[in-house]
């Protein structure tokens, strides 16, 4: 059983275009990370955020963390076909420190 | 510095046939963990490692998966036998657990496959 949401499932856009995938629980965590992983490969960490309303950039990308620890999005501006991948998040709960539990992931796919 | 190295990157079996994966971590990484990852889903945890002490095992299957890390650096996963419901990526990762959050780097995953 999957404790973290993501949705959508599946977002193809053009390139150019912005898109937001979003990370939802019921559980609060202290901590929430987003991964990405292309095919073939294991996942690759994006970013780290930890304090509620938390917002971090990293260039094209803008994570933010929910007020109650217990949401994230992030969100893609001007997306390029590089940003193609399985967008993972995964939580950390503060009783149970080195287990991530990990949402279902949602594939995008940003042609050219 | 080298990645999370596992071998091998593909394994195709018979059911009923053993199998085994190897990792080797992030040099200095005392934390070591074994993922499955299902088509479609994230990677859900199996076995983490603190050194050579497992400290985590409630999610592996111990009627046919067992897994070791002798001398706290490699490890090996082993399941026996296989069923078709193993066909999966199973990825390691490990981490520091120094600094903050825990942060995993993974390896590239082994892809069974048990026909």
């Known amino acids: 059983t999957q404790l973290l949401e993501q949705s959508p499932q599946f977002l193809s856009i053009q390139e150019g275009e912005n898109l937001t995938v979003y990370c939802n629980s019921s559980?609060?965590?202290?901590?929430l990370q987003w991964y990405r992983q292309e095919p073939g490969e294991g996942p690759v960490l994006l970013v780290t955020v930890v304090t509620g309303g938390e917002v971090k950039k990293l260039k094209r990308l803008t994570f933010q963390f929910g007020d109650a620890r217990k949401d994230s999005s992030l969100h893609i501006t001007a997306a390029q076909p590089g940003d193609t991948g399985l967008y993972l998040c995964?939580?950390?709960?503060?009783?149970?420190?080195?287990?991530?539990?990990f949402g279902a992931g949602t594939q995008v796919v940003v042609t050219p | 510095e080298a990645g999370v190295v596992q071998s091998p990157r593909y394994k195709i079996i018979e059911k009923k046939q053993p199998v085994a994966f190897w990792c080797n971590p992030i040099s200095g990484h005392n934390t070591l963990y074994w993922y499955r990852q299902n088509l479609g889903q994230g990677p859900e945890l199996l076995i983490r490692y603190e050194n050579e002490e497992a400290v985590d095992d409630s999610q592996l299957p111990k009627d046919r998966f067992s897994a070791e890390r002798l001398k706290g650096v490699d490890s090996t996963l082993k399941i026996q036998p296989a069923e078709l419901g193993d066909s999966a990526v199973y990825l390691c990762?490990?981490?520091?657990?120094?600094?903050?959050?825990?942060?995993?780097?993974f390896g590239p995953g082994t892809r069974l496959t048990v026909l």
């Open positions: 990762a490990s981490s520091s657990g120094r600094g903050s959050y825990n942060e995993q780097f």
């Open positions: 559980s609060v965590f202290s901590s």
């Open positions: 995964a939580g950390a709960s503060a009783d149970s420190w080195g287990k991530l539990q």
